[in-house]
């Protein structure tokens, strides 16, 4: 009988501890240390019959329920989770062939469809909303063996990077989703609650969506990793929208060995090792190293000298008016595509709401302005101070500037032979959790440098580059690629993760 098998049939309830059978090759099991653990380490673990899933989705429950003041989860659901541990459990039993994500918890984002779990994108109007199906991104990471555990709160309708949402707090909680490292701190967004869940060690990993920063920034302010794939690559349906041409759901994860493991099973591929890093060439362009504060930039200068000690070739590179081109994108796609999109949507999953019922329940008082204001008028703001009609805006975004600002990226990699552009993910570490963090000069702020790169639909990844030295929160390290380089881009990930380290986890 093979050591794997004895492990299997030798299987107690999760709530003791675990023995192994009698003979030269018992072994005791222990819980897991889920401050530690990756999905990539828990898949192998759960393979080599070291720990049970059961036990493993209940260590992560336990830490879940016991920082409800974070407001992570819209729905945990502990009944659903623990019942397909088992059944993974059972699977290993029978000697089922194991499965990438085998048994491994996932948590995932409250805009994606999870089939019998609500998907309220974080609104009151969407709260009896029982999708049937999981979305296809999702249903790919199951099909992998992966455990859903729970939804997870967000900035409302995904129209915002604070994570400041009083619509789902746990009761006696200061309202939104707070940060992992400290609660009176935001947590991100619009990605927020899979940001504060990973960072908290609630799950080691998740899915999160992206239209300007959603997945990168609240990895950024909780220390984990996480990528915006190339536009399309990913399956968009059944996610509620904001823009149909910048949207794209994104993996989230403790380390970028587990963000390559998710993409694998997402989009393909076979597995990517990190590369050498002195084969590596990457860009700085100056307007992203503005508004830094100490903390970030002191880590940003720590973590260049490494790169170059490391043989990266880093260069200055010029991208003439990237600022300006990404500002003519960004709001007009986004505000409005967002109307038409929600519109199909509300329609095609049969909510039995229309957009305006669903910006009648918005509780956040900048996505309601939005919403009153921008979306449902179809305008956008007017540097004089009014509004204008969106559709000309719109219309010159898509023929003029977008391709423009494509081309401008795509003549920068060749032009200067860069494998990406590498800047600070936010010039910033979080923001306190006050409603001030949703202010416009704040989205403005933490979106400096994810904004672009979304416009111009090219991959990006996020990953942990050091604790700040005053604040003690996660400061966040980007790179974005060419289009189509995300296997490329996350094996270079997970080299300069190898280089710099994992940050720690939140001290308890």
């Known amino acids: ?59 992560y429950l336990a830490r879940a329920q016991a920082r409800p003041q974070l407001n992570a989860f819209v729905t945990l659901d502990a009944n659903g989770a623990i019942a397909a541990a088992r059944a993974a459990d059972q699977r290993r039993a029978a000697g089922g062939p194991c499965l990438p994500l085998q048994g491994v918890p996932i948590v995932v984002k ?49 129209f915002g990077i604070s994570g400041f949402n009083p619509a789902y707090s746990a009761p006696g909680t200061p309202p939104g989703v707070r940060n992992a490292y400290d609660p009176s701190r935001a947590a991100g967004g619009s990605s927020s609650g899979t940001g504060a ?13 992206d239209t300007g920063g959603s997945v990168r920034i609240p990895c950024a302010f909780n220390g984990c990793a996480s990528l915006r794939p190339t536009v399309g690559r990913y399956p968009q349906t059944g996610m509620a929208p904001i823009s149909h041409t910048r949207d794209t759901a994104g993996p989230m994860a403790l380390s970028m060995r587990d963000v390559e493991l998710m993409d694998r099973v997402i989009a ?57 081109l990404s500002g003519a994108v960004g709001f007009p796609l986004a505000l409005y595509e967002a109307h038409d999109d929600l519109v199909g949507y509300l ?43 969106a559709a000309g805006p719109y219309k010159a975004a898509m023929e003029t500037h ?28 979080a923001m306190p959790a006050t409603p001030e963090a949703s202010s416009l000069e704040n989205f403005l702020l933490m979106i400096q440098n994810t904004d672009p790169g979304s416009n111009a639909g090219v991959p990006g990844i996020q990953l942990p580059m050091a604790m700040g030295a005053t ?22 990930g997970m080299a300069i993760e190898q280089l710099l380290g994992r940050v720690p986890p939140p001290a308890r």
């Open 471 to 492: 604040s003690r929160l996660p400061v966040g390290l980007e790179l974005d690629g060419p289009v189509n380089s995300d296997r490329r881009l996350v094996a270079i």
């Open 402 to 429: 977008r391709p423009a600002l494509a081309r401008l990226y795509a003549e920068t990699f060749a032009a200067q032979r860069l494998d990406a552009l590498v800047f600070p993910t936010t010039p910033r570490v």
């Open 268 to 324: 393909g591929g076979t597995p990517a090792a990190p590369v050498p890093l002195n084969t590596v060439r990457l860009g700085i362009v100056r307007s992203m190293l503005a508004n830094l504060d100490a903390d970030t930039r002191a880590a940003w200068e720590a973590t260049t000298a490494k790169l170059r000690g490391a043989g990266v070739t880093l260069v200055e590179v010029p991208m003439p008016q990237l600022e300006q």
């Open 197 to 209: 869940a990973l960072g908290a060690r609630m799950a080691p990993a998740g899915l999160g969506t």
């Open 110 to 158: 409250d805009n994606i469809h999870a089939a019998g779990l609500p998907s309220t994108a974080g609104t009151p109007a969407l709260r009896n909303f029982v999708p049937a199906a999981d979305a296809p991104v999702l249903a790919r990471l199951r099909e992998a063996g992966a455990i859903v555990l729970g939804k997870t709160n967000m900035h409302e309708l995904a």
């Open 347 to 389: 329609a095609r999953w049969n909510t039995g709401l229309t957009i305006q019922q669903l910006a009648a329940g918005i509780v956040s008082p900048d996505v309601k302005g939005t919403f009153d204001g921008l979306v449902l008028p179809r305008k956008l703001p007017n540097p004089a101070g009014g509004v204008v009609d």
């Open 1 to 59: 009988m093979s050591h794997f098998r004895r492990f299997a049939r030798c299987a107690l309830p999760a709530a003791l501890v675990l023995a192994g059978c009698a003979g030269p090759q018992s072994a005791r099991q222990v819980a897991p240390d889920i401050d530690a653990l990756t999905a990539t380490d828990a898949a192998a673990r759960l393979c080599a019959g070291q720990f049970t899933s059961e036990s493993l989705v209940r260590a």
